[in-house]
């Protein structure tokens, strides 16, 4: 790969890489990274880098999400550099790259664990803003205990089917559903600033929510999401959660498995797509410190259509992170923050 392809702007002494165009290489040659972007191996030379976090021996039922990260990746190929709807270019003033996988042990979650641990540290430890593509949900765990080194406890928007915050899973405190009551106890979270989107389905007694409820976490069942917009819950959140330092936790069975077949433990009755761009678009002016897109299963959805979407909300968080350029519109304010206010 050459400057001339990524783009040889820069910022600060980072360069400001840029994708592959469609129109340079074709979509479907060239060496698969996400969003056509560098491999970089430094953290440093970055402002923001996807972390690939092939893991998949926290799950409770279906395995294969150690696969996810290679399918986003390939999947995000079909996206271009500009978000047409909110007009954010977020390569015109970011350092943006792929910083390849986390060496992820097959063979012992605690290790595997530790070692994501590990890695993340390093990143956040040279100023880059990680967006993590998983891999199982226990992945979460390690990279809120290097946010917590990095910015004392976070605050977190957590959009999943499940709560993830069960005391154990067949007698083992680690694994993809218990991630949140660890967090908890290890003060890793500021429990008066954890939301919860999108959470239903048949619970193992009629209180598994109000574990967190007592907590302080902010519940949002799906039901309370159905036939509405988010745009305003995401105002209470950004009024709520303003200048705190705020994790982004995207599990993507929190859509409907009519949308996103590609995961291990679907719910029925789940966001719309147009939710999940809402809630994403939502974010924007909150101080977001990192992401994690997981629970992507190549082998229930051998298309890629749900990589392709995790890729495509991967692409949405980066668009709303701090110090991304917006271009202003050349239309009259038909977008605001890239929700429609009237049909003109
Ligand atoms: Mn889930
Ligand atoms: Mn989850």
């Avoid at 012992?108 to 540290?121: C, K």
């Avoid at 999108?198 to 999401?225: K, M």
């Avoid at 298309?303 to 917006?326: D, H, Q, R, W």
Wanted: include cysteine.
């Amino acid at each position: 790969m050459t400057d001339t392809i990524h783009g040889n702007n820069s910022i600060s002494g980072r360069r400001l890489n840029q994708p592959i165009s469609g129109n340079e290489i074709p979509r479907f040659a060239g060496i698969t990274t996400m969003l056509r972007l560098p491999h970089v191996e430094d953290p440093k030379q970055l402002d923001v880098g996807f972390i690939g976090v092939p893991l998949d021996i926290g799950t409770a039922n279906k395995s294969g999400t150690r696969y996810g990260p290679r399918q986003i990746r390939a999947e995000s190929a079909m996206i271009r550099a500009c978000n047409q709807a909110t007009r954010a270019a977020p390569y015109e003033s970011l350092a943006v790259g792929d910083l390849g996988d986390v060496a992820t042990n097959p063979y012992s979650l605690e290790r595997a664990v530790d070692g994501i641990e590990e890695h993340f540290s390093r990143i956040l430890d040279a100023d880059c803003i990680p967006l993590a593509m998983g891999g199982d949900h226990t992945l979460t765990l390690p990279i809120l205990r290097a946010m917590a080194k990095k910015h004392g406890p976070v605050a977190v928007i957590h959009v999943d089917a499940h709560a993830d915050s069960n005391d154990h899973m067949f007698h083992e405190k680690l694994n993809h559903g218990v991630m949140f009551r660890r967090a908890m106890e290890e003060r890793l979270i500021d429990p008066n600033f954890l939301v919860q989107i999108g959470l239903r389905g048949t619970g193992y007694t009629h209180n598994d929510f109000d574990w967190g409820r007592s907590q302080g976490f902010w519940i949002v069942p799906v039901e309370r999401c159905w036939h509405r917009s988010l745009g305003p819950l995401l105002d209470e959140i950004r009024m709520k959660f303003d200048g705190k330092p705020v994790y982004v936790s995207f599990d993507i069975d929190s859509l409907d498995p009519a949308f996103a077949p590609g995961t291990g433990a679907i719910e029925p009755g789940g966001l719309t797509i147009i939710q999940a761009l809402e809630i994403i678009r939502g974010m924007k002016g909150l101080n977001i410190v990192g992401c994690d897109l997981v629970e992507v299963l190549p082998f229930c959805d051998p298309s890629g259509n749900t990589a392709g979407i995790a890729a495509n909300l991967l692409f949405e968080m980066l668009c709303i992170l701090p110090g991304v350029k917006y271009n202003k519109s050349i239309e009259p304010s038909s977008c605001r923050d890239g929700l429609p206010t009237d049909w003109i």
